[in-house]
């Protein structure tokens, strides 16, 4: 919930190439949609079409089997968006979750306070009398803007049928709050002991003033959280800890190191509730930007829940008789934000030339995504639609493990260069001789080697390939 952070600058609307490549592919290829597309579209809302929906699965499904699956000490859990109205006044969110923000009298556009006094070379929580004698206007049609005002981020709705304040409810902007509420019923059903963490998946809301950059901000989204318990004097080994795990799931997923960064945030920048934080950046063609934040959050959470339920949510140590609160580290990051960074991080132009500097210039877009993510792992291609009395048993026995693709439709050179484009690591070509043999070519994506295969053999090919 850092607020002070260098998020969308004014500069933000300025169209990137590689962003611009992005997200035609995104939506030529089906990965990412503007959602409501055919109403002329909804601001900072997306939709993720065949391959995004993979992609984004993929991206999801790594990090519940780094964080969850292959760990001791870490359960998952699946909590409601809806949540008492009362936790948003424990959190802080009622009061604390805004961002600045300033009027155009003459144009009604809407702008980040903070952003625009930073343009300005003023601290962004400087509150000038008048904005005009400041010397600054409306950046769009120069009209005169109005005073600063606290804006909350949350979308409020209401539950039951009376619109009052009484049923008024609030779609969670973060999903860790759900975690905290049930810090208890996991610690008692699962007969854990600190030190522990829950980690969850799930939507978020935020009423973004300035949303931008395609599906980096965006107004509804999806978090991957984890929450873990520690004894306070443990949290700065487990803080510590948990910064190098969470770089090592970037690399090891293929993030190129050069573009992943660790920004210790300042003192004065640190969000109320943080001893100590850390954003993961990414070298994003727009800026440098947060892609994930590692918190040491203190005993601010649970002593918050426990002080407005009124109930004891603090831990009983039974080795050494000592009670306490405990310190949380977090580790938050947006899932949709991460699947842009792995499309931008995978997007790679090849020139299709091999070496003859006569021939045009074209150039092929491969998706080098790691395997795991990809979102098709392989593709069935008969050299001819006459073979699809025999190549079509082999998909449909492949398809039963793999997300997979059959196409016939134009030259080999031309399904190859489909499938490169959305990132298939293995294409498998079925020709006639297959037929005699019972073999078929597997092509590699990246080194574009080819090798023959018994299609007797070609599961345990793939099961190897893919562990
Ligand atoms: P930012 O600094 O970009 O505003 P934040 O510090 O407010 O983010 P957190 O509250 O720490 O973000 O949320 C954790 C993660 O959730 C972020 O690192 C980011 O990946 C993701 N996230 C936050 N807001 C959005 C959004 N509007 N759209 C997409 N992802 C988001």
Same mark, same amino acid.
């Given at each position: ?172 902007? @973060?999903?860790? &709050?759900?975690?905290?509420? *049930?810090?208890?019923?996991? !610690?008692?059903?699962?007969?854990? /002991? +600190?030190? #522990? ?42 803080? @510590?800890?948990? &910064?190098?795990?969470?770089? *090592?799931?970037?690399?090891? !997923?293929?993030?190129?190191?050069? /573009? +992943?960064? #660790? ?205």
């Amino acid at each position: 919930m850092s607020k002070k952070d260098q998020s969308d600058k004014p500069s933000e609307s300025k169209v990137n190439p590689l962003m611009e490549k992005i997200v035609s592919l995104a939506k030529r290829r089906g990965f990412i949609f503007q959602s409501s597309e055919i109403y002329g579209g909804i601001n900072s809302i997306y939709d993720y079409g065949p391959l995004g929906v993979e992609l984004k699965n993929n991206v999801k499904k790594e990090w519940w089997k780094a964080m969850v699956q292959m760990r001791n000490n870490v359960e998952g859990l699946d909590s409601g968006i809806l949540m008492h109205p009362k936790i948003w006044e424990a959190s802080g969110h009622l009061a604390g979750f805004t961002d600045p923000l300033v009027d155009c009298k003459k144009c009604k556009r809407r702008f980040r306070a903070d952003h625009l006094l930073e343009a300005k070379g003023l601290k962004p929580d400087f509150r000038p009398a008048s904005f005009s004698e400041e010397g600054i206007d409306c950046p769009e049609c120069g009209g005169e803007l109005t005073n600063v005002r606290d804006f909350n981020l949350m979308f409020k709705t209401f539950m039951g049928a009376l619109e009052e304040s009484s049923a008024e409810i609030y779609l969670r902007p @973060e999903t860790a &709050q759900g975690i905290y509420v *049930n810090f208890p019923n996991v !610690l008692n059903s699962s007969r854990q /002991k +600190l030190p #522990f963490g829950i980690a969850q998946i799930g939507k978020a809301f935020r009423n973004e003033i300035t949303p931008g950059n395609f599906t980096f901000r965006m107004r509804e989204f999806e978090q991957m959280e984890m929450q873990f318990f520690v004894n306070p004097k443990e949290a700065d080994k487990w803080f @510590e800890y948990w &910064q190098e795990q969470r770089l *090592n799931w970037y690399l090891d !997923l293929g993030v190129n190191k050069d /573009k +992943l960064k #660790f920004r210790k945030h300042a003192s004065d920048e640190l969000a109320h509730y943080a001893k100590a934080a850390m954003d993961v950046e990414y070298d994003f063609p727009f800026d440098q930007r947060e892609l994930e934040g590692i918190h040491n959050r203190g005993e601010w959470d649970l002593s918050r829940h426990q002080k407005f339920s009124g109930k004891d949510l603090q831990y009983q140590d039974q080795e050494n008789k000592e009670k306490f609160t405990p310190y949380i580290i977090e580790t938050s990051g947006g899932v949709d934000r991460c699947t842009l960074m792995f499309l931008l991080n995978a997007y790679t132009e090849v020139d299709t030339r091999s070496g003859d500097e006569d021939a045009k210039h074209e150039t092929e877009v491969v998706l080098k995504l790691d395997k795991r993510l990809a979102p098709i792992k392989v593709a069935i291609l008969p050299l001819s639609k006459k073979l699809e009395k025999d190549a079509m048993p082999l998909y449909e026995e492949i398809r039963k493990s793999y997300m997979c693709q059959y196409d016939d439709a134009g030259s080999i050179g031309k399904r190859y260069r489909r499938q490169d484009e959305i990132g298939t690591p293995y294409c498998v070509t079925f020709d006639f001789d297959s037929v005699e043999d019972k073999k078929v070519t597997v092509r590699d994506r990246d080194t574009m080697a080819q090798e023959r295969i018994a299609i007797s053999e070609l599961k345990d090919y793939l099961t190897e390939k893919f562990c």
